[in-house]
């Protein structure tokens, strides 16, 4: 029988889950703009109905989820959906649903669904097979849509498992969605499909909003929309400067695998498409919301809906909301001072609504569940290169803060390159503020403000820092869009340093994009010690390939909830564990995965344990191993030939039989199987 060819499979279960993902990312937000008559969607052209059921269906549909889950029986779901899917059979019979026109934002949206589907899958050759560098990220997310589907909402993590579930501390609304996807779609989509489906459409979603909001928030309104729409679209191709400091890094020998991570992050519009879709759904619900509370005219449905949106928002990702949140705050106390009394009655009605349906049932049992640190801290924003060689001069504390203060024209310079320019120079040339410039002005200094003081504090990386960002790189895409053309950025004097901006953004996209796609391949001619989970020798895609074999195998032959275990002597996990398994794990790493949800202290008894079953100097008896098994529930054990236990032929590893196996890899059972 021919060895599977896994690219293969991957494109075509990717195009499945696509094609499955509509049915949650488009027809649910057709059929209640409709419905609701949002934004007077029954007298929009098509180009504008598409783009607001897309907007609409990722900022709604994350709660849905998630509220059904909770609250419903099992199976509900599809009953919670299913008059949304016959609306939009109804509608589709009689009225046209896709766009004429737009040929170039057309081509643009496709080439992007090309370009994510090339980033995202395996690429297989000669037996090797080669993940890419975010696949670190979604190990993570695949899990937790795996989770989600066996075991409903809330979930379990299902990084640690000490011989029980224990709840998730995450935001988890947008791998509920594509857990939803991964239903529907059966064992021809897994979970890794369904995730990657559900990033295609994220892309779609920002290039959406991005259209509703030059149409109906911008002042230009419909003036030459289709080009400002294609335009905006093609500027997320373009990032800052942040291929000169990794030209830097190269030049003394050191290659990142991502080109954001020489510093203190600003992620690229296409990074952040690839790497974080949860959080690129939740800046697209927060968007959604406010777009609707800005048409509302006085109309409650509006603010209801925009209260939904909020909440989709929250449980996609807390630090896009946080920082949103704020910026409602801050837009409210305006209006309330203007005496926009409709105004700030819409704000207020949409997050009660908002809060009601997430803070008692979600955030609230957040809290307590895991061992990670305060949500936020102060701080001064990093800069990373700068702060390294001060660090080696003995300078800390508040001088480093003080130094980091002052950088901060520098940073931002570095990090936004020709956006922060427009920036600069659409402030500078408003003469007459329009309400729309006031609220732009407001969400971008909010963001940019709440970035720079603030960090997230439960983990090392600074996602506040990063992800809060995303407001304020919107509203600069959006000036960059309106002025492009105009005589503010077609000065003689100016041209040559804009164009210098934009190619070196481009470059800085096109170069991170093949970086990702191709640092692992590079490791088997030159491996990097310094990322463990990228391999650490010339076996990797080999490695990989072996992984994903039998793991292919577990899926079909053992039951939803069996558990593993591999080596958790591991900084970071096993990625291919994430990626190919959909089943639960005992506890992934060095810390279990706690971070996330469960009690550090039950790890530190847990993991000295199961550490001993892949270290052949314990010397464990075949009772004891499966004692252990037993203790904490465990079904199968993955052992790989860089394990020590590996090499010893007495071990558990070679006196069972496997229940999958090849050259690298071996799974055998343990304990109790799981029924």
């Known amino acids: 029988m021919p060895a599977p060819n896994f690219m ?10 696509f094609a499955v993902f509509a049915l949650f990312a488009f027809a649910p937000g057709y059929s209640l703009a409709w419905a ?16 607001l059921a897309l907007a609409l269906s990722i900022g709604v549909c994350p709660a849905i989820a ?13 009953l919670v959906f299913a008059p949304f899917w016959a609306a939009f059979v109804a509608l589709l019979a009689k009225e046209r649903i896709l766009p004429r026109g737009y040929r170039v934002a057309k081509v643009l949206a496709v080439a992007w669904l090309a370009l994510g589907t090339g980033s995202l899958i395996d690429l297989e050759w000669g037996g090797r097979l080669y993940y890419s560098v975010i696949a670190h990220d979604y190990t993570l997310r695949v899990a937790i849509t795996s989770a989600v589907t066996r075991a409903g909402i809330p979930p379990p993590n299902p990084y640690f498992y000490p011989g029980g579930p224990v709840p998730l501390r995450y935001h988890y609304f947008w791998m509920a969605l594509c857990s939803l996807a991964q239903r529907t779609g059966g ?34 309104g419909s003036a030459r929309l289709p080009r400002r729409v294609a335009i905006a679209i093609a500027l997320l191709a373009v990032t800052g400067l942040d291929l000169f400091p990794n030209l830097l890094l190269m030049s003394t020998g050191v290659i990142l695998p991502d080109m954001e991570w020489w510093n203190d992050q600003v992620t690229s519009w296409v990074g952040t498409m690839l790497w974080v879709p949860h959080h690129l759904a939740s800046l697209v619900a927060c968007l959604t919301g406010f777009l609707l509370l800005w048409t509302a005219n006085g109309r409650r449905r509006n603010a209801i809906v925009a209260g939904f949106c909020f909440a989709s928002a929250t449980g996609c990702s807390v630090y896009v909301t946080f920082t949103f949140a704020i910026f409602l705050a801050v837009w409210g106390l305006i209006a309330v001072v203007r005496k926009w009394y409709r105004e700030t009655a819409m704000l207020a009605l949409a997050g009660s609504c908002a809060a009601l349906l997430v803070v008692p049932t979600y955030l609230m049992g957040l809290r307590g569940q ?3 640190g305060a949500f936020v801290v102060p701080t001064i924003r990093m800069f990373k290169l700068p702060d390294l060689m001060l660090l080696s001069l003995h300078v800390t504390g508040w001088q480093l803060a003080l130094a980091n203060l002052l950088l901060l024209p520098l940073n931002y310079f570095l990090e936004l390159g020709f956006f922060l320019v427009v920036g600069i120079i659409a402030l500078k040339t408003k003469r007459v503020w329009s309400r729309w410039d006031l609220a732009a002005a407001t969400m971008a200094g909010t963001s940019m403000a709440v970035c720079t003081f603030l960090r997230s504090g439960v983990i090392g990386n600074n996602d506040l820092g990063a992800r809060g960002f995303l407001p304020a790189q919107f509203v600069l895409l959006l000036w960059a869009a309106s002025l492009w053309g105009k005589p503010e950025l077609a000065g003689r004097a100016l041209r040559p340093w804009l164009a210098f901006l934009l190619v070196a953004g481009v470059a800085g996209t096109v170069y991170e994009v093949c970086l990702l796609r191709l640092y692992p391949v590079r490791t088997e001619f030159a491996p990097d010690p310094d990322y463990p989970y990228l391999a650490t020798d010339r076996q990797f895609g080999k490695r990989t390939y ?5 793991y292919e195998q577990l899926r079909q032959t053992l039951p939803a909830a069996a558990v593993m275990e591999h080596n958790p002597n591991l900084e970071l996990g096993y990625i291919p564990y994430g990626l190919y398994a959909d089943r639960q794990l005992a506890a992934e790493s060095l810390d279990c995965g706690t971070v996330i949800g469960g009690d550090a202290s039950v790890c530190a008894v847990m993991h000295p344990l199961l550490n001993a079953l892949f270290n052949p100097k314990a010397e464990l008896p075949p009772p004891q191993v499966d004692a252990v098994c ?8 993955v052992v790989r030939d860089t394990d020590p236990v590996w090499a010893d032929p007495r071990s558990w590893v070679w006196t069972r039989r496997p ?3 090849n050259s690298m890899v071996r799974a055998l059972p343990c304990g109790e199987p799981a029924k």
Request: glycine share 12%; net charge positive.
């Open 187 to 220: 064992h021809a989509i897994s979970a890794r499909f369904a995730a990657f489906g559900g990033t295609l459409w994220c892309g779609l979603g920002l290039m959406a909003i991005l259209a509703l909001y030059l149409r109906f928030v911008d002042p230009e």
């Open 370 to 372: 895991a061992s990670g």
């Open 630 to 637: 037993k203790q904490f529930g465990i079904d199968v054990l």
């Open 659 to 661: 229940l999958a196996a």
């Open 8 to 17: 293969l499979r991957d494109i075509a279960g990717t195009a499945g889950a």
């Open 36 to 51: 609701l008559d949002l934004v007077d969607f029954r007298r929009r052209g098509p180009a504008a109905r598409a783009s």
């Open 546 to 550: 072996a992984a994903r074999q039998v």
């Open 66 to 78: 998630y509220l059904a889950g909770r609250f419903a029986p099992a199976g509900a779901v599809w």
